[in-house]
C-alpha cells in the first residue's frame, strides 16, 4: 500500500527521489504509517523549520523588518564625514610630538594640530595644555592636504571667544587689571583674555616713568574694541579718575600739583588723577598764556566744575575761587585761603539756579 506523506519534508523528499527515478515506488508499512504514535519527536508548530517557505522573507516586503532604506542611508551619513573650513568639531589627542599634536576626529587620516595653534597664550611645550586622551574642541583651520590630512587649531577657538568676552566687558563698562608686559614710545602693552591690548601714553596716569610699569598690574576701562581691525585700546586714566569720582563732587575744592603747561592749559594731579585747567577757567581777567601765572610742580587749590565718566575728564576751575577777579594774577595766596569760602558760594549759587530751572553754570563754564 502506498501512503502519501503529509510532512513537507518528506514531500520534498519524496518529489526530488521521484525525479531521479520515476521507476522507483516509495512503500511504507503500516509500523512506518504508526511513527511517532508513542512519543511525539515532531518540531513544535510555533517554531517553523528552516525549509518552511513561511519562514523566508520577502525580499520585496520590508514594512516589518523595522530598519528602512531611509534608516540605513541616514547610518551611513555618520560615517561620511564632510569636514569644512571654519568647522568647529571635538576630536581626542593621541600624540604629542615636537613640532605639534596628533588628533582623532574621526577623519580617515588623522589631523595635526601645529604648535603655534594650540593656544592664544605663550607656552613652553604641548604637555602644558594638552594631555594624550584629552577630549575638547578644535577649529579646522583648511582644506586637506595631498595626504588628506586636515589642520586643526584650539588658538581660532579661544582667539574668538576672547572678543566675545572683551565685547561684553565693554557693554558693561567694566574695570578691569592687566599687567603691562611691554612698553614702546606710544604707549605701554597689556594682554586682556589673551588678546594683546594697547594703552595710549597720554591714558597712562601715574608718576612712574613708563618703562618703568612693566610687570605692574594696573586698572583699565575700554576705549575701543575693534575685532575687524584687530584694535584693543584701553586707559589706565579713565580707570583712575572713575574709581576718583566715586569721592568727588562738582563744587568741591581740592589740592593739586602742576604737572604739566600747554598753551590751552594746566594738568594738574589731584589724588593721582589728572584734571585740566583750562586757560579760560584760571581767572576772570584775560591772559596770554598759562605759563604766565602757573609753573611746574605749584601747589594749588582748584574747584571741580565737572566730572565726566565716560570720556574720564576731570575740569578744573579757579577762576570760580577768585574773591575778586583777577586775584589769581595779583594775589594767589588769596585765592588759596579763601577758596573753601568762595566754592560755598558757589555750590549755593548752582542751588539756586536749579531751583529756578536755569542752565548750571557748570556747564556754561566747560
Request: charged content about 30%; proline content about 5%; hydrophobic content about 40%.
Amino acid at each position: 500500500m502506498t501512503v502519501t506523506p503529509t510532512d513537507p519534508a518528506q514531500d520534498l523528499a519524496v518529489e526530488t527521489t521521484t525525479a531521479i527515478d520515476e521507476s522507483i515506488a516509495v512503500e511504507a508499512t503500516a509500523d512506518q504509517g504508526d511513527f511517532g504514535t508513542d512519543e511525539d519527536l515532531s518540531i513544535p508548530e510555533e517554531i517553523p523549520t528552516a525549509d518552511d517557505p513561511s519562514s523566508r522573507a520577502n525580499p520585496n516586503d520590508l514594512d516589518g523588518a523595522g530598519f528602512t532604506i531611509d534608516d540605513f542611508a541616514s547610518l551611513l551619513s555618520k560615517y561620511d564625514y564632510n569636514f569644512k573650513p571654519g568647522d568647529i568639531v571635538n576630536g581626542t589627542v593621541f600624540a604629542l610630538e615636537t613640532k605639534g599634536a596628533m588628533i582623532d576626529i574621526g577623519a580617515k587620516t588623522a589631523a595635526f594640530m601645529p604648535l603655534q595653534e594650540v593656544s592664544i597664550n605663550r607656552v613652553e611645550g604641548l604637555s602644558d595644555v594638552l594631555q594624550p586622551g584629552e577630549i575638547r574642541e578644535f577649529f579646522i583651520m583648511g582644506e586637506e592636504n595631498e595626504d588628506g590630512q586636515l589642520s586643526l587649531s584650539v588658538r581660532r577657538i579661544e582667539y574668538q571667544r576672547a572678543w566675545q568676552r572683551v565685547l561684553q566687558l565693554q557693554k558693561e563698562d567694566a574695570t578691569i587689571y592687566s599687567e603691562v608686559f611691554a612698553t614702546n614710545r606710544g604707549g605701554a602693552l597689556v594682554r586682556v583674555e589673551g588678546l594683546r591690548g594697547f594703552i595710549p601714553g597720554s591714558h597712562i596716569s601715574t608718576r612712574k616713568p613708563k618703562e618703568e610699569l612693566v610687570a605692574d598690574f594696573l586698572p583699565l576701562k575700554f576705549l575701543e574694541v575693534d575685532e575687524e581691525r584687530n584694535r584693543l585700546v584701553l586707559s589706565h586714566r579713565r580707570a583712575l579718575v572713575e574709581r576718583k569720582m566715586n569721592r568727588l563732587e562738582v563744587g568741591e575744592v581740592v589740592i593739586g600739583t602742576v604737572r604739566g603747561i600747554k598753551p590751552y592749559g594746566a594738568f594738574i594731579d589731584i589724588g593721582g588723577v589728572s584734571g585740566l585747567l583750562h586757560i579760560s577757567e584760571i581767572s576772570h581777567e584775560h591772559i596770554e598764556t598759562p605759563h604766565s601765572v602757573l609753573n611746574v610742580n605749584d601747589q594749588m587749590k582748584v574747584m571741580i566744575i565737572d566730572l565726566d565718566a565716560e570720556r574720564g575728564r576731570i575740569s578744573l576751575s579757579t577762576k570760580a575761587l577768585e574773591p575778586e577777579p583777577g586775584d589769581m594774577l595779583t594775589d594767589p595766596q588769596k585765592v588759596f585761603d579763601k577758596a573753601e569760602e568762595m566754592a560755598a558760594r558757589y555750590k549755593q549759587m548752582l542751588l539756586e539756579q536749579a531751583e529756578e530751572g536755569e542752565e548750571p553754570l557748570s556747564s556754561m563754564m566747560v
